[in-house]
């Protein structure tokens, strides 16, 4: 068996850099109070020792564990096949590894998920947790409040527990919608249709308000339900179509939905944007500039909507909670209640409206 090198240990950093072990301990913990002199002969001693913090004794002394807890209130096939989810994770990743963080991935499909996520969290594991996709009525924000674990979701709550303390980071849903609905009233479209997400997540019911703040009067047959999916989209298509034979514009309530839609479209014999224009919401460009012809959509920063989380995240640990954290990027009405940040979206042309 071959036998490995002992690990430096504190001492030796201590005795290469000629301080006390408890200076090297405050400058490896990024505590303050150390001159900058000294600071960097320990920074020195631990490059050329090859020194690594142990994780245990760190978080004794700093009682954070440098870990966090990203939930999704999906299954794992949705996740993984839904590049908005790709798209999120990839942004919460690079903010918490550019701090040394770690990302810990907890999914739910069940009962059974969610008492396994509870107690994790409940567990001391990680120091905080972002939490996207809720659903209503998910027990999530219970499970999260009981463990008293410091929180960031993703999307408006559709809750209200009188504390005002809920942190959040959202798009203009609503305001988005309304761009792509006036869109098509705009280039003179009358039949105007509407698929819509899951209706009980707050996106979906933000998406269908802009479309109804646009279209008032309209024909209740002129919206279908979808889920978000591209299957989801072919299905609310053809009862569409099957309704209202003559509507000359969708609006989907997300780019997936939008490709099931012309897919759709094309079978039945629509030309687009000829006959129908459609218009989509997210701009995935894995979507969105693959359609055919490319889709008209509404881009929301997706990946720095989840850089976003994990930084007001961050900075409320630091600063003792999440709810203390603001973003000088995003920036919210000091009365706003409850703290979120709602990040505006964009219109992008292309070419099926």
Known sequence: ????????????????????????????????????????????????????????????????????????????????????????????????????????????????????????????????????????????????????????????????????????????????????????????????????????????ADRLAGFRDVRPGADPGLVARGDFTSGGGERAMRELLDRCPDLDAVFAANDLTAAGALRVLRERGRRVPDDVAVVGFDDMLPVAEQTDPPLTTVRQDIEGMGRLMARLLLRGLDRGTAADATDSDAARPATAAPPGVVLPTTLVHRSTA
């Open 1 to 204: 068996m071959t036998e490995t090198a002992p690990r430096p240990t504190l001492e030796a950093v201590a005795e290469r850099a000629g301080v006390s072990r408890a200076t090297v301990s405050r400058v490896v913990n990024g505590a303050h109070g150390v001159r900058d002199a000294l600071a960097e002969r320990v920074r020195r001693a631990v490059e050329e020792l090859g020194y690594v913090p142990n994780h245990a004794a760190r978080s004794l002394v700093t009682r954070r564990h440098q870990a966090v807890a990203v939930v999704a209130a999906e299954p794992e096939t949705r996740v993984f096949a839904d590049p908005y989810f790709a798209q999120q994770l990839r942004g919460i990743s690079k903010e918490l590894t550019a701090h040394d963080n770690q990302l810990v991935l907890l999914l739910t499909e069940g009962r059974e998920d969610h008492a396994r996520v509870g107690r994790y969290l409940a567990g001391g594991h990680v120091d905080g947790a972002l939490v996207f996709s809720l659903h209503l009525h998910d027990p999530l924000p219970g499970l999260v409040r009981s463990a008293g674990v410091p929180t960031v979701f993703g999307g408006r709550p559709d809750w209200d527990d009188g504390r005002g303390d809920v942190v959040y980071v959202d798009s203009d849903n609503r305001g988005g919608a309304r761009s792509a609905v006036q869109h098509l009233a705009g280039l003179g479209r009358t039949c105007v249709a509407h698929i819509t997400g899951p209706l009980d997540q707050t996106s979906a």
